[in-house]
């Protein structure tokens, strides 16, 4: 049996230019308040845009188009890290897969600089193109469930939410990471981890198939055997190889209820809680996920953390855990219950556009030990900052499953990941907040396997880049010259053509 679930906003065949809401139609156009003008094209250079352009994009989209002088500009550019303030020169909103066709061939037509938002979640704040053109697929969502094969299938504008809500109330889940208004488009191109990464495997490693708008225009399906190249190359490759329209990806049986851990410490413990966690990933079964780390509150509090969650029931996780944390004495604090993935799947929401800006920086470990817990707990506990985590994240499980070249990540014999971040209020203490995490990050590298989880990439250099695709790099630039010779799909954690190096 198939289900189809859909949230879509009501928009109307409008264009919202100036704050004055104009009819598009063939004919004639009510005076406006808003026109044409400056954009960034996809080389660097600027660009004039006429009014008769603009009319042919709206002729074309069932969506509205939004410039700077639009009353709901500066709200429909808001992305979900206040640390951006990306001004593109104009928004395209698409409620079809027509609309997405006719939005991109304008943009490739006139060689705009182009961004591709979805859940608009991206940490470098790539969903909005500064100067250029944004496609917003947001509207184009909904996800259609085929219970019988255990597929999803899956438009490019949906989030996680769209996905967990279709998904889980049947008794099926696939790997979706741990926001749930986050895009699919991004998690399920750039890897994709999540609560049950360890027990499913990446998000990459269960898309089955997909459709790529490719920048000549073409709608190709992609799989293991029809463009397997693409296929290839999009999982884990992001959005260098065109727009993704739709998702197939594998979903597997899954009791909703799970248990949901967290034990604080002081800050006192931090190198015991970082051995205790790398003891507890040899032997910790996939259905539990952990992590632990030092995290500095906004005023200033200090402590130390080991948490995560287990598909199973609380009884079983207190039988794997009670031994290692009675090692490390009591808590501070202690919750462990069960509760509805669901519900689980949308605890670290907060809101639609975050409050406090946020900054990354991470990278694998394909190894750890005593001396790397009491360096970085060392570390960590002497360079405490306000609203900072020193983390790491295990890997392993079905994760490691895969050949290094069966998808474009080749990092599969991470066995923990490590991430630092800020969080901060201010505009003005960015500098700060942002030489904290790459100070932090510069002393811990040295210790790492190499490589990093793109998604949380923020302005990355092409050295960065190769290392995060090691001996799978070379190939995806053979997959870039292919269907995007001319890089026009460039904001992204960018595969440069051969003929652009």
Request: contains cysteine.
């Amino acid at each position: 049996m198939t289900h189809f679930s859909q949230n879509l906003p009501k928009l109307s065949r409008r264009s919202l230019l100036g704050g004055v809401l104009g009819v598009t139609a063939a004919t004639a156009f009510p005076s406006r308040q808003g026109h044409a003008g400056e954009a960034l094209a996809s080389t660097g250079e600027k660009i004039l845009l006429s009014d008769g352009d603009l009319m042919d994009l709206e002729k074309s989209i069932s969506g509205p188009v939004i410039l700077p002088s639009s009353l709901i500009y500066d709200e429909v550019r808001r992305l979900w890290n206040p640390a951006i303030d990306h001004q593109p020169a104009l928004i395209a909103q698409c409620n079809t897969l027509e609309d997405i066709q006719a939005a991109f061939q304008f943009a490739r037509n006139h060689n705009i600089l182009t961004a591709i938002r979805c859940g608009g979640h991206n940490y470098d704040g790539l969903g909005m193109a500064d100067g250029g053109m944004t496609i917003d697929l947001s509207p184009f969502r909904g996800v259609e469930v085929d219970e019988t094969n255990k597929v999803a299938y899956v438009k490019g504008g949906s989030i996680l939410r769209n996905l967990d809500e279709a998904t889980i109330p049947l008794g099926v889940v696939t790997t979706a990471g741990v926001v749930s208004h986050t895009g699919v488009g991004g998690l399920a191109t750039g890897i994709g981890q999540g609560r049950l990464a360890r027990s499913f495997g990446y998000t990459i490693d269960n898309v089955r198939g997909v459709k790529v708008l490719t920048p000549d225009g073409r709608h190709l399906r992609a799989d293991a055997t029809q463009n397997s190249d693409l296929y290839w190359g999009v999982r884990g490759g992001g959005g260098n190889f065109g727009i993704v329209t739709e998702f197939e990806i594998q979903l597997y049986d899954f009791d909703p209820t799970v248990t949901s851990i967290s034990y604080t410490f002081p800050v006192s413990k931090a190198a015991d809680v970082y051995k205790t966690l790398f003891e507890l990933g040899e032997v910790v079964p996939n259905a539990m996920s952990l992590s632990g780390g030092v995290r500095t509150s906004g005023s200033g509090e200090t402590t130390c953390s080991l948490g995560g969650n287990y598909a199973g029931p609380m009884a079983e996780a207190q039988k794997i855990l009670d031994p290692y944390i009675k090692k490390l004495g009591d808590p501070l604090r202690t919750r462990m219950n069960e509760v509805d993935y669901l519900w689980l799947q949308g605890i670290a929401d907060g809101d639609l556009l975050a409050k406090s800006a946020t900054y990354y920086q991470s990278g694998f470990f394909n190894h750890v030990d005593e001396k790397i817990a009491e360096e970085v707990a060392d570390y960590a506990t002497k360079n405490t900052f306000p609203g900072s985590q020193v983390q790491f994240g295990h890997q392993a499980g079905k994760m490691s499953t895969m050949a290094r070249d069966a998808t474009a990540f080749p990092h599969r014999d991470t066995v923990f990941q490590f991430t630092t971040d800020v969080h901060w209020a201010d505009r003005r203490d960015g500098p700060a907040n942002r030489k904290f995490a790459d100070d932090t990050w510069a002393a811990i590298r040295p210790m790492g396997s190499g490589g990093f989880y793109v998604n949380l990439a923020v302005d990355p250099s092409e050295a960065d880049v190769r290392e995060a695709y090691a001996e799978n790099y070379d190939r995806l630039v053979e997959v870039k010259d292919k269907y995007d010779p001319d890089n026009f799909m460039r904001l992204n954690v960018n595969i440069k053509p051969s003929g652009a190096m």
